[in-house]
């Protein structure tokens, strides 16, 4: 097994376009040796948000801590922590920190994602 | 989109032989149409564990809160909220709340799991 304290894992800030004040901490991943899904830490600054983008795989989202607001196809909804988010394949998405404290949550993707 | 109150999915004990004190929410799973792996939130009462098992499959497990033991092959080592396990598929593995707290960890597997 391994087991690694998340803030200790290295947080890397996310250059995509679209993303602001995003950082992303890879907790269990392709080094683990983790053999069909990862499981990664973003963190978002206050106003700042990822991507509004589409892909062909989903997310599995639990909300650590924070306020959030999930804009989808379906409209946009509120979250925060201790709520999980599913978003489906192909559904254009995008998280935005609507609080005033650093928004915290596990996305975790399956291994052939971008 | 969906967004689930973890909380408010229902909880349900879990009875597998060697199992004490868990309960289990299934907060993205078939019903939600996830397509390669399933969000399981298990929270264990103090002195509770799950069952000390191995099975073909890993887990990607973060601790939402309390003091866990975990063993496993390669002994037994404390864990806490904040700190993420992967257990490799076929290592035989145990969670135990070693804390006076309610412990509640996410604990995710591969679809064809089980």
Known sequence: MKIKK???VE??????D???GVTIR???HETDAAPNFYM????????????????AWEHE??????S?????????????????????PNEEHQFTNAGDDELKMLCLVPKDSG
């Open 6 to 8: 998340a803030d200790d």
């Open 11 to 16: 947080a890397r800030a996310v250059e995509t």
């Open 18 to 20: 679209g993303a602001d």
């Open 26 to 28: 890879l907790l269990i």
């Open 40 to 55: 990664r830490q973003f963190n978002i600054a206050p106003g700042g948000h990822t991507p509004r983008h589409v892909h």
């Open 61 to 66: 989202v639990y909300i650590l801590c924070g």
């Open 68 to 88: 959030a607001l999930v804009w989808s196809a379906d409209g946009e909804r509120p979250a925060a922590g201790g709520d999980c988010v599913f978003i489906p």
